[in-house]
């Protein structure tokens, strides 16, 4: 019995210190801060109950890899449903101005990719969508948690998910 307090206590004192010290994009592994929005059914999501503990407004996922996954899908969906495809009004519209300084997010992201904010871009292209969710995650948490590595795994997983 006291193994089992002292087990609960020390992983509460983790969690409560985690959550002090390390962005919240790297508890959630939601590097691009993707808020809970009941029309998306993300693969890797916690489910509703336990996420909505956790985090009452933002995606949390079992593996920073099904993070990015959503990220991609999620820009991605943003090129084809919404005919976006610069730098400004994909940004635009993840990041709005209500909720955030969006001429800043859109200007650090398009320093770090080297690119203009309004030249046409294609999320489709892997190496540009690596680029652009590195650069993002980046601007979101002021470095980047995870690596290039598990967004490579999460593009494997779409394109072989969709036949690519």
Known sequence: MRLFILTTVVMTAGILLMKKFVPRSVWNNNPLNIRISQRNEWV?????????????EFESFYHAVDGYRAAILLLRNYQTKYKLNSLKTIISRFAPPNENQTP?????????????????????????????????????????????????????????????
């Open 44 to 56: 890797g999501e916690l489910p509703d109950a336990i996420n909505k503990a956790h985090d009452s």
């Open 104 to 164: 800043s997010y859109i200007y650090a992201v398009s320093q770090r990719l080297g690119i203009h904010h309004e030249k046409t871009v294609n999320t489709f292209d892997d190496d540009f969508i690596k680029e652009l969710v590195l650069a993002m995650h980046y601007h979101e948490t002021g470095d980047v948690w995870f690596g290039g590595m598990f967004v490579d795994t999460a593009i494997k997983k779409i394109n072989a998910q969709q036949g690519a």
